[in-house]
């Protein structure tokens, strides 16, 4: 791939010209594409998009006002206050007017898909809400090689976001099979008055009988810090930052209790500060019921716990006494290990971003921008000229 990559610039060993985006590419606003109602469904057919990270808002019926995209004539689609962009080869209509729909001049110096590689090298962040593309972005210079050279590199690029999508359709058919087999393994069958986990008899307890609560602690204004010894969990999915002490050993699982994703479980396998605005808990025995094992099995009953127990105020909050009183199967020690260790090796394949597929994800996606950017740095031809 070097190689590649140095054959290409010896080709142009005196640079290329460098010239305007907004010279080479056109815009249209995409008024006449807007949808009209908000009213979307899976059912329909014409995606709405946006050119955020979200891309696909959702799907309308309406038939009137649509951009005719195709793989032979595609687009972009540019965010006018974030800059953002998406490549787009099918039809489709737009959520609202702050956006410009891009193609190239009829000039023939550039190919569409090309310039959207080389945008993405350019590093630019707004600092205010302002349209960007005819005041800022549109008057970034980037190289311009010639046609055959533009090609060769779209080609080499566009292979490594063909393998980057191929692992992403994996990942996705690999969680889907990893909530498959969460849900067979861990939702029990009632038979005859009696309760059954995959064959295996079951006691139901209540949490708090089978649990202990953990210490929580509030942590002052600047006493989090970006990087440290402990991870802080507080309200929600993600860690909410480091702390130089912790409150709770290893192996330990955490109820959101207040906020945007209050109900929402979390696992922590290291020693941890817990906030405020959580439950975290362990099991009182783990030679009866197993930590990992009740997560696995909340995180499976996750959204019944959100729509059942969480009050939707304000801020939605969950109670504890709630929390405690939620009823949890208990099959034979055995069953929980066997459990624990299937879900562990699919939890690992699907989420871990150290192994399985989001490591690789991640590795293929550093090199194609390693790639990309050293196929799309060329020698300025008039500084060449200059000297």
């Known amino acids: 791939m070097s190689k590649i990559g140095e054959m290409i610039q010896e080709l142009c060993p005196d640079g290329v010209e460098y010239k305007i985006l907004g010279d080479l590419i056109r815009y249209e606003q995409p008024t006449r594409y807007i949808v009209k ?7 329909y057919t014409i995606p709405v998009l946006t050119a955020g990270q979200t891309f696909i808002l959702g799907y309308t019926d309406e038939e009137n006002g649509v951009y005719n995209a195709t793989v032979e004539n595609p687009v972009i689609i540019f965010d006018d206050f974030t800059t953002s962009f998406q490549w787009v080869d099918f039809s489709f209509k737009v959520k609202s007017s702050a956006m410009k729909i891009l193609t190239p001049r009829m000039n023939n110096e550039i190919i569409l898909r090309y310039a959207y590689y080389a ?20 008057k970034f210079n980037i190289p311009v090689p010639p046609i055959s050279i533009q090609q060769e590199i779209v080609n080499i690029l566009d292979n490594f976001t ?102 929402f479980v979390s696992y922590i396998a290291t020693k941890f500060w ?70 562990d090796k699919f939890y690992a ?12 994800i991640e590795a293929r996606r550093k090199q194609y921008e390693y790639y990309r950017n050293k196929l799309l740095t060329f020698k300025n031809r008039a500084d060449t000229q200059g000297n």
């Not at 202990?212 to 929600?236: C, D, F, W």
């Not at 808990?281 to 019944?304: A, G, M, P």
């Not at 909050?317 to 055995?334: G, R, Y």
Request: charged fraction near 25%; charge should be negative; proline fraction near 4%.
């Open 37 to 43: 109602k908000a009213n979307y469904n899976q059912n």
């Open 119 to 138: 945008m993405k090298c350019i590093f630019y962040s707004p600092q205010d809400h302002a349209r960007q593309w005819i005041s800022v972005y549109s």
């Open 162 to 263: 063909m393998l980057e999508a191929e692992l992403e359709a994996e990942l996705e058919a690999r969680k889907k099979q990893y909530e498959y087999y969460c849900s067979k393994l861990l939702t029990p069958i009632e038979v005859d008055g009696k309760w059954y986990l995959n064959g295996k008899e079951v006691e139901w307890k209540q949490l708090g009988e089978i649990c202990i609560s953990l210490k929580k602690g509030t942590l002052k204004q600047g006493e989090l810090i970006s990087e440290g010894a402990y991870p802080v969990i507080n309200s929600g999915r993600e860690w909410y930052g480091f702390y130089n002490a912790y409150n709770n050993d290893a192996d330990a699982f955490v109820i959101a209790a207040r906020g945007e994703y209050a109900g």
């Open 274 to 343: 817990a906030g405020g605005l959580c439950y975290p808990y362990r099991s009182i025995k783990e030679d009866v019921i197993l930590t990992k094992f009740i997560y696995y099995y909340l995180k499976n009953i996750e959204q019944s716990i959100m729509n059942v127990l969480v009050a939707r105020g304000s801020i939605p909050a969950i109670n504890k006494s709630d929390v405690d009183k939620i009823q949890i199967p208990i099959p034979p020690l055995e069953e929980q290990e066997r459990i624990v260790s299937i879900l």
């Open 349 to 360: 394949l699907v989420n871990d971003i150290s192994v399985g597929l989001p490591a690789e």
